[in-house]
Structures are given as structure tokens and as C-alpha cells.
């Protein structure tokens, strides 16, 4: 069974930083691409970055580039979102995501297989 558990949220100040992790349980956590995606309050879910299975590509929404930056570590099965410069708008539920095999472009939620179950965020200003 594949388990994804997001950990890290919690309440910061505008222009400080968080880390978010995501440990994966029950697959070759080094075969598949990875993402983080959010949902801020009472909209829909959003890309926020991705990486590719050996960590040589990463990619961005462009509200987060500069600012975030995702990683991973196969050994640990784990994978990271940096988050510096923080906004108020960055308040969301953020969610990890493995997606399925080949699948492109990976700002689509319909190519993600798995997802966790997600940690909030909360911005404050």
C-alpha cells in the first residue's frame, strides 16, 4: 500500500520560511517523478512545483519560482518544499504527489497517481 505523509505546515509570518517534507512508504520512491500542489481557502487545487525522478529537472508555477524550491533524497524516500519570502497568499493545504509513469506536463492533477493527505500552511501578515 502507498502512503504519502506530509509534515511541516503550521503558522508562519510573512517573509519568513518553511519546510515541507513527504515521506513515501510502499513503493521504488526513486522511480517516479514527485510534486507539491495546494489548495488555498475556498479555491481549487494549483500546481506548485515538481521534480523529476533523479532530481536533474525541476519545475515551478511562476506565483512560487524564486521563492520555493523542491528536492528529494532516494535514499530517504523523501521529498522537500523550501519555502522562503513567504506571502499571506501562500496560506493553503499543501498536498505531495507522486505521479504516474511518463506522464507530462506535471501541472496537471490528473496525472498524479497518489496523493497525501496534506498539511496547512497558514500565512500570516
Known amino acids: 500500500q502507498v502512503q504519502l505523509v506530509e509534515s511541516g505546515g503550521g503558522l508562519v509570518q510573512a517573509g519568513g520560511s518553511l519546510r515541507l517534507s513527504c515521506a513515501v512508504s510502499g513503493r521504488t520512491f526513486s522511480y517516479y517523478a514527485m510534486g507539491w500542489f495546494r489548495q488555498p481557502p475556498g479555491k481549487e487545487r494549483e500546481f506548485v512545483a515538481a521534480i523529476t525522478w533523479s532530481g536533474d529537472n525541476t519545475y515551478y508555477a511562476d506565483s512560487v519560482k524564486g521563492r520555493f524550491t523542491i528536492s528529494r533524497n532516494n535514499i530517504k524516500n523523501t521529498e522537500y518544499l523550501q519555502m522562503n519570502s513567504v506571502k499571506p497568499e501562500d496560506t493553503a493545504v499543501y498536498y505531495c504527489?507522486?505521479?504516474?509513469?511518463?506522464?507530462?506536463?506535471?501541472?496537471?492533477?490528473?496525472?498524479?497517481?497518489?496523493w497525501g493527505k496534506g498539511t496547512l500552511v497558514t500565512v500570516s501578515s
Open positions: 504527489a507522486t505521479y504516474l509513469p511518463g506522464r507530462r506536463p506535471y501541472t496537471f492533477d490528473s496525472y498524479v497517481e497518489y
